[in-house]
């Protein structure tokens, strides 16, 4: 049984104030029935970590190196994530592969340093608005999938976010047989590379405008686990609603 999982990226937002909302969010989510994380950027990490329990809330990376350490300036690898009280580090951005141009074979070579330090990696994984227009959809995942996903992946290491380019702080949202479309096709890729076993156990978000008033609707789709939520993960009145839907 996958738990279901509410991950929100902060992207370059947040100071020490924005915090707080992490004691908001354990006190309205005590219970614990669905994982819950945080990825602030680089410069909180350590506090978050401190002020999380780590048993209600998994504070994550938005980036690492793929290697450990070196002449890499303005990098972080996964194990000084790891030092910092990092649980995870998302990968393979949309963000980051346009504005960084990573490549899916650096984000393979990302995600192993992951599973190295011991962080989960939350592959990210999404077509264009002119890859979808052209029908290209299946086969651009299909191809960042078997490059981006190291060979290291298990259900416990390893989360693919599915978030349309064109989705991404836009209000636009696929249709719900669209997004069922592209998690039935990972989930079958993922099982048929690695194992009904592994492959049934890999939880897949949606990522791409979600909100309060449409997260309901997108977690009935089959094989979504849960979402990878960027602006409404800024603020408990925003994020909260978001993972009681999950709950
Ligand atoms: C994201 O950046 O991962 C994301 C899904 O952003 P938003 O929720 O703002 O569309």
């Known amino acids: 049984m996958r738990r279901k999982l509410a991950a929100g990226n902060w992207k370059m937002n947040g100071e020490r104030s924005t915090l707080g909302m992490l004691e908001a969010l354990a006190r309205a989510h005590s219970g614990g029935a669905v994982d819950i994380m945080i990825c602030p950027p680089f410069t909180l990490i350590d506090a978050a970590a401190a002020l999380s329990d780590a048993a209600l809330i998994t504070i994550g990376g938005q980036d690492c190196h793929s290697e450990s350490a070196g002449a890499h300036t303005g ?51 999404g077509e264009s608005l002119a890859e979808r227009e052209a029908q290209n959809t299946l086969d651009i995942i299909g191809g960042q999938l078997s490059s981006s996903v190291p060979d290291t992946a298990t259900g416990e290491n390893t989360v693919i976010a599915y978030e349309p380019c064109w989705a991404i702080g836009t209000g636009l949202t696929p249709t719900t047989d669209q997004i069922g479309e592209v998690h039935d096709f990972i989930r079958t890729r993922i099982e048929r590379r690695f194992g009904a076993g592994v492959g049934r156990s890999v939880r897949l978000l949606y990522g791409g405008s979600v909100k309060g008033a449409n997260a309901a609707e997108i977690f009935a789709v089959s094989n979504v686990d849960g979402a990878l939520v960027g602006g409404a993960s800024l603020s408990v009145d925003d994020f909260s609603p978001i993972i009681s839907a999950l709950e």
Request: with cysteine; glycine share 10%.
């Open 75 to 125: 990098d972080i690898s996964a194990d000084m994530l790891r030092a910092a009280g990092a649980g995870a580090v998302i990968l393979g951005h949309s963000e980051r592969r346009a504005d960084h141009g990573e490549t899916s074979d650096d984000v393979r070579a990302k995600a192993r340093a992951a599973h190295e330090a011991g962080l989960i990696a939350i592959i990210c994984v």
